[in-house]
């Protein structure tokens, strides 16, 4: 206490709120507060001989440290920023053109949340919160849902060449299983410049006119020799159970859902 009140005798101490530095009004009431509260060593700094003033800055001085200190220990930082590409150009034009073929038929969204999506259910509260946390980072890139219930219909991952990488081959397997075990479809879909429209509502038109088939109760009517456009498998003629088209036959690929080839009646 004596090295600072030499200090400040010889002029190093900036007066703070005496013709100082300017500070805020609040802050400038709560040094006022401080000194009145260290006004018990105003006597010992007079038998060193300070003079009022500097007494005055001495005080000013200590408390100032000790509400710096206050107030960076309680404050709370938000260092957050908005990310430049909420989706890649990549990913933009994808959804601009699955857009264009879902219409008003499903709901579009895009970077899903897996954990939005499914939640772990074992019978262990530990075990689930170990499953909870492998798909907590995770994301599908879309997802269409049902126009009028936003139920989830289908999953869509847009492969672009990072998917080639051994990590990213392990992540999209384990995230295939995740898909699979709560038996809701997923598909990966390649990155392309341009996109045939007819392709890709062919892929997805099982879904968007709601002739989606139960995976627990197929209805096969009878085998053919016809082939499945994708796999090679024999086909099977199956009923569709919902949407417009429902009651109506279409031929299926018999390895469903592995895979999910059709082929319609008036094709074949």
Request: with cysteine; charged share 30%.
């Amino acid at each position: 206490m004596l090295l600072v009140a030499r200090r400040i005798r010889f002029g190093s101490v900036i007066n703070l709120c005496r013709g100082g530095a300017v500070l805020r009004p609040y802050k400038c009431g709560r040094l006022s507060m401080a000194n009145e509260k260290l006004s018990f060593i105003r006597g010992p700094l007079k038998l060193l001989g300070l003079s009022d003033e500097a007494i005055d800055k001495v005080l000013d001085f200590i408390s100032d440290l000790l509400f710096e200190k206050e107030e960076t220990t309680s404050s709370i930082e938000y260092p957050y920023h908005q990310v430049d590409e909420f989706v890649s150009a990549a990913e933009l034009n994808f959804f601009f053109n699955l857009k264009s073929i879902v219409g008003d038929s499903a709901q579009l969204f895009s970077k899903v949340k897996l954990s939005d999506l499914f939640y772990a259910k074992t019978g262990d509260s530990r075990k689930n919160r170990s499953y909870t946390n492998k798909i907590d980072r995770k994301h599908v890139d879309f997802l269409l849902c049902d126009p009028k219930t936003l139920k989830p219909i289908l999953g869509i991952e847009l492969d672009d060449k990072s998917h080639q990488r051994t990590d990213r081959q392990e992540r999209d397997d384990f995230v295939n299983h995740v898909f699979e075990a709560a038996k809701l479809p997923l598909m990966h879909i390649s990155v392309q410049r341009n996109y045939s429209q007819s392709e890709l509502k062919s892929k997805l038109s099982i879904y968007l006119s709601g002739e989606k088939i139960s995976k627990e109760q197929p209805e096969r009517v009878e085998e053919s020799s016809l082939r499945c456009p994708k796999c090679g498998s024999e086909m099977v003629l199956r009923t569709a159970k919902r949407g417009d088209n429902q009651g109506g036959k279409f031929w299926g690929c018999s390895k469903y859902p592995e895979c999910r080839g059709i082929v319609s009646i008036e094709a074949n």
